[in-house]
């Protein structure tokens, strides 16, 4: 089998006394798309900044490829290939749409240290900015600050950011959270389109959609990981059934 | 990439035109009602603006709230003073190494104080003034406490004669158009982008693939090798240098003026050092007790106006081109 794209071995967080990522391991193969599950306080979101490097894990090792990247800085790994979106939504809210996905465009069009020319007037910025909008659908948001946009239309940009900088590792943390439910559906439908494209982690709550995507599953609970697999496996789990997914939820 | 009405773009420019043609006009209005000390008064205000609009690019674009921007005024000031001291009349001379050594400081300053935020910040750019403000004291050479009286002006080849207050005063206006056109090209270039994002949203920033330290650091070094200018003016102005240039309150007196007249903006630290220094020769005339005014009107201009005296004009534009 080729090599993994992600592989996660024991690793290990904590926070004071709470064992946030309690030697977590798993991988991710190129192309998958990836869901992790487990109820709030889990851990996902931790396991999530010690991948993008923004938490340093207290054990364990991170390796995208054949390359270890546990002690890379974010910016590093962004250039490596991998990319975040954020549970809270994180954008430039005094910026318009457009210059939010110009800004991410621009961390990978070579070094910044350009002091004249204006960068908003700028083709080679504008015009990718431009199409990763209509991608999403907010191509006719692009003059509206970030801040006027409405909540489903900042998760949709939330995305669009970290898909700028064209990565090969998109770590998704809860893109639906708190959607109304038509906008949940787009975001559904969107997914499904990036699914093969590029290699997907998901962290969800919505099971249906989870299901629907998923190419393989992590159950998290209480920092560590209790089952891996196969939607058919998950659902099969009697450890997972009894932990986390309610019976009656998959009868 | 804040968005604004197109009335409110081009009445900033607006007010735009109308300071730099006030500020053009100065020496030939002063000649003519017989009040020539306005030109030093304003050639004063223009440096201090100088000081001011070097501030705004870390302070108002990049998020970075120095409270050390004083010492770098110092610096520029005695390099021109200790090379005078010397002997060393050379402009080129004096202003190359004004720049030169403020720079350094801020890449060294920057390089520590950079790696903290918030307060920790504040506190950090200001005790390396502080440092800098008692190394000048303990100078004894060079004065100490008492300063450094300057012989002549720096003398840039018999090019221009800065001794004349007129030639001063528009080299100094020269140099603000300069460092104003500069400062209007950085904030909108990509490396400009870059700061402007790192004050909005540092952890994304990071997460999209900046490395936000040197970036940072370069603003910072850029912002204080424009203020080391502004000192080597001051020390021309002034032909004298002593520690009190570059004293906490003066850093303090640098911030207020950028949030008098409107953070964000190269426009608006003008409008507030003008602001600010006229308040200051009226409100002294009046009373040792300026401070006890000036700080009420900071209050209300913060609670009321908070993008500065520059918002507030180009609003009032707006609304007379619509009534
Ligand atoms: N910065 C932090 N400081 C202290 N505790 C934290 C911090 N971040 C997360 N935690 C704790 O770690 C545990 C896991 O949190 P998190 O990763 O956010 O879970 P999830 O995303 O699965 O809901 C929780 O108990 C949370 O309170
Ligand atoms: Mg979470």
Redesign the interface.
């Given at each position: 089998m080729a090599e993994p794209l992600l592989s996660v071995t024991g690793l290990c967080r904590h926070f004071g006394g709470v064992v946030a990522t309690d030697n977590v391991s798993l991988t991710i193969a190129e192309g998958e798309l990836h869901a992790i599950i487990g109820p709030n306080g889990a851990g996902k979101t931790t396991l999530v900044a010690q991948l993008m490097g923004e938490l340093r894990p207290h054990r364990g090792t991170i390796r995208l490829g054949d390359r270890d990247v546990t002690t890379m800085p974010s910016y590093r790994r962004s250039r490596r290939g991998i990319a975040r979106s954020f549970q809270i939504t994180s954008i430039f809210p005094e910026f318009t749409a457009r210059d939010n996905i110009a800004l991410a465009v621009q961390a990978h069009a070579g070094h910044n240290f350009r002091f004249w020319r204006a960068a908003r007037t700028d083709p080679a910025l504008r015009k990718p900015a431009c199409a990763i909008l209509d991608s999403v659908g907010l191509g006719h948001r692009a003059d509206v600050p970030a801040a006027t946009l409405a909540h489903g239309e900042q998760r949709l940009l939330e995305i669009a950011i970290a898909l700028a900088a064209r990565p090969r590792l998109l770590l998704l943390d809860e893109p639906m959270a708190g959607m109304a439910p038509e906008d949940a559906a787009r975001m559904v439908r969107f997914l499904s389109q990036l699914k093969g494209k590029i290699t997907l982690l998901l962290i969800e709550h919505d099971m249906d959609a989870v299901f629907a995507l998923a190419d393989r599953i992590t159950v998290m609970v209480y920092g560590s990981v209790i089952a891996s697999g196969t939607p058919g496996q998950i659902r099969a789990n009697a450890e997972v059934r009894k932990a986390y997914l309610g019976e009656d939820e998959l009868a | 990439?804040?968005?604004r009405k197109p009335g409110v773009v081009s009445s900033r420019a607006l007010v735009t035109l109308v300071i730099i043609a006030v500020l053009a006009l100065v020496p030939p209005v002063a000649a003519t009602i017989g009040e020539g000390f306005y030109v030093d008064v304003f050639t004063r205000i223009m440096i201090f603006a100088i000081a001011a609009l070097s501030l705004d690019i870390i302070l108002g674009y990049g998020g970075m709230v120095s409270f050390g921007h004083a010492a770098y005024l110092g610096i520029g000031a005695y390099a021109v003073g200790i090379l005078a001291f010397y002997g060393v009349d050379n402009g080129f001379l004096q202003f190359g190494t004004a720049i030169l050594a403020s720079a350094v400081a801020a890449l060294f300053i920057g390089f520590v104080s950079l790696r903290t935020s918030g307060i920790y910040f504040i506190m950090i750019t200001l005790a390396f003034a502080q440092m800098i403000y008692f190394l000048s004291i303990s100078l004894n050479t060079y004065g100490g406490d008492n300063g450094l009286n300057i012989d002549r002006p720096s003398d840039f080849a018999r090019l221009v004669n800065l001794s004349n207050a007129t030639t001063l005063y528009y080299v100094v206006f020269a140099v603000l158009m300069l460092f104003l056109f500069l400062g209007q090209?950085?904030v909108?270039?990509?490396?400009?982008?870059?700061i402007?994002?790192a004050k909005?949203?540092e952890?994304?920033?990071?997460?999209?693939?900046?490395?936000?330290l040197r970036?940072k650091l370069?603003a910072f070094v850029i912002a204080g090798a424009m203020c080391g200018v502004a000192g080597a003016l001051l020390a021309n102005q002034d032909l004298f240098v002593a520690p009190a240039v570059m004293q906490w309150t003066r850093s303090g007196e640098i911030l207020m003026m950028v949030i008098l007249g409107g953070m964000g903006t190269l426009v608006g630290p003008i409008l507030g050092a003008v602001a600010f220094l006229a308040l200051e020769t009226v409100l002294s005339d009046l009373t040792g007790h300026w401070q006890a005014i000036m700080g009420p009107i900071l209050v209300l201009v913060v609670l009321f106006a908070r993008d500065g005296i520059f918002g507030l004009l180009s609003r009032i534009g707006v609304e007379r081109s619509r009534g």
């Open positions: - | 990439m804040i968005m090209r950085l909108n270039s990509r490396f400009g982008m870059v402007r994002g909005s949203n952890r994304r920033m990071a997460a999209i693939g900046f490395p936000l970036y370069t």
